[in-house]
Structures are given as C-alpha cells and as structure tokens.
T-cell receptor, first 118, second 113 residues
Framework: GAVVSQHPSRVICKSGTSVKIECRSLDFQATTMFWYRQFPKQSLMLMATSNEGSKATYEQGVEKDKFLINHASLTLSTLTVTSAHPEDSSFYIC??????????????FGPGTRLTVT | GIQVEQSPPDLILQEGANSTLRCNFSDSVNNLQWFHQNPWGQLINLFYIPSGTKQNGRLSATTVATERYSLLYISSSQTTDSGVYFCAVERDAGGTSYGKLTFGQGTILTVHP
C-alpha cells in the first residue's frame, strides 16, 4: 500500500514552453500533497504544499506564477512549470501522506520527474 | 526553521561491515523519517520513527526525541545498500501538522564487494 506515482518520469522541453507533471496517490486518498525539488548531488527542498480544493501554499522564494499547482481531486496533484528556462532543469519529486492510515504523519514519495530545459 | 544535520557525509564500507548514520535536529519534531534514495532517484521509506526504536531486517533505527537525534544502523552491509540516506523531520508546531519535511544533506554510502 501507500504508492505514489509520477508522470512523466523524464521530460525534455525547449526554453519558453510549459511542462505539466502529474502526481497520483494510487491506493489512498491524499488531501495534501507536497512538491520538492532536488538539484544534482543536493538534498530535497520543499517547494509547495498542494491542498485539495484550495490554493497551494508556496515556500519562501518559490514563484507561484512560475510553478502552478492544481490539486483537483483526492488522488491527483499537478505541477506546471511555466515558461521554462534552463535554470528550471531539476529533479522534481512529489509526496503524499495517507491521513486515513494509522501513521498519519508518514509521507510517501513518487519516483520523481527529471526535467531538462534546452 | 528547523536545522537537520547528518553525519558522516560520506561512508565507504566493505561488504559485511556494520555502520551507524546519525541525524541531529534542532527542535521538537512530530515526524522523523529515514529514506534510501536509489540510483534512479526513488526515495524508499525505511523508517517512520519520531521516537523509540524499530528494526526491519538488517536495518534498525533509534530516535531519542528529548536529545534531538536519530541513528540508523545497517548491519552486514551489502552492495545493494549503496546510495544516499536521508533523514527528514517535521517540526512539532504545537500539535498541528502541516506536513512540511525538512531534509538533511544526506549520507552517501558506498559498499564495495
């Protein structure tokens, strides 16, 4: 149980285009999902909290107009990188927690999406 | 915000050796998790351990919440244990959980045959 999927796993796009990344909880409902970013050989940094049915909350320094988050259902959150630039190239990872389970604070992570902007 | 420090940053072992990874944190927490990030980037949940001791096969973990540290023990290491080990915590905000995990910088483990 507690499986989180992401799609696509890898994407290459041209500078100036937008890219959408999907995060799904496959066997549980997640009212809250989280989006992280990881640069090569670095740790994960929280970008934003995705709340089902309401606006996402962004961490300090993260541009909300650049990284659009939509949490339209209890099993799906999407991150859209708008007008991508090479500096947006990174590994994006989502997580979710099964608040219906007996370990409500534990988070499960998706396999990540590697974005390369040329 | 809460600070998370992991040590050592790098660890090289021969297969069969034992090791201890440490995670220090600067504030009270309501969540502490240990992860193994495999070469493809997937974070694999090892332990959910805000306090106490747990064991799972060759791995075990102990969190001493009052002293703000956690230890991950790997016994009889195997080459497949290689990868990056992360500790992540959520600060205890007075009983409310916002789910915001802060990650340490990780320990890069290399196990040689």
């Amino acid at each position: 149980g507690a499986v989180v999927s992401q799609h696509p796993s890898r994407v290459i796009c041209k500078s100036g285009t937008s890219v959408k990344i999907e995060c799904r909880s496959l066997d549980f409902q997640a009212t809250t999902m989280f989006w992280y970013r990881q640069f090569p050989k670095q740790s994960l940094m929280l970008m934003a909290t995705s709340n089902e049915g309401s606006k996402a909350t962004y961490e300090q320094g993260v541009e909300k107009d650049k990284f659009l988050i939509n949490h339209a259902s209890l099993t799906l959150s999407t991150l859209t990188v708008t007008s991508a630039h090479p500096e947006d190239s990174s590994f994006y990872i989502c997580s979710a927690r099964d608040v219906g389970g007996n370990r409500a604070y534990e988070q499960y992570f998706g396999p990540g999406t590697r974005l390369t902007v040329t | 915000g809460i600070q998370v420090e992991q040590s050592p940053p790098d660890l090289i072992l021969q297969e069969g050796a034992n090791s201890t990874l440490r995670c220090n944190f600067s504030d009270s927490v309501n969540n502490l998790q240990w992860f193994h990030q495999n070469p493809w980037g997937q974070l694999i949940n090892l332990f959910y351990i805000p306090s106490g001791t747990k064991q799972n096969g060759r791995l075990s973990a102990t969190t001493v919440a009052t002293e703000r540290y956690s230890l991950l023990y790997i016994s009889s290491s195997q080459t497949t244990d290689s990868g990056v080990y992360f500790c992540a915590v959520e600060r205890d905000a007075g009983g409310t959980s916002y789910g915001k995990l802060t990650f340490g910088q990780g320990t890069i483990l290399t196990v040689h045959p």
